[in-house]
């Protein structure tokens, strides 16, 4: 695999833990 691809699966899945995890805020924000 590419290391670029590599480091864009990272970031996904960085990003996606990060919106999981800040979840209850943004439900907590807006409700």
Same mark, same amino acid.
């Given at each position: 695999? %590419? /290391?670029?691809? *590599? #480091?864009?699966?990272?970031i996904?899945? @960085? @990003? #996606?833990? *990060? #919106? /999981?995890i800040? *979840? %209850?805020?943004f439900?907590?924000?807006?409700?």
């Amino acid at each position: 695999m %590419p /290391k670029e691809g *590599l #480091f864009t699966v990272q970031i996904h899945w @960085a @990003a #996606f833990y *990060l #919106f /999981k995890i800040n *979840l %209850p805020g943004f439900s907590r924000f807006q409700f």
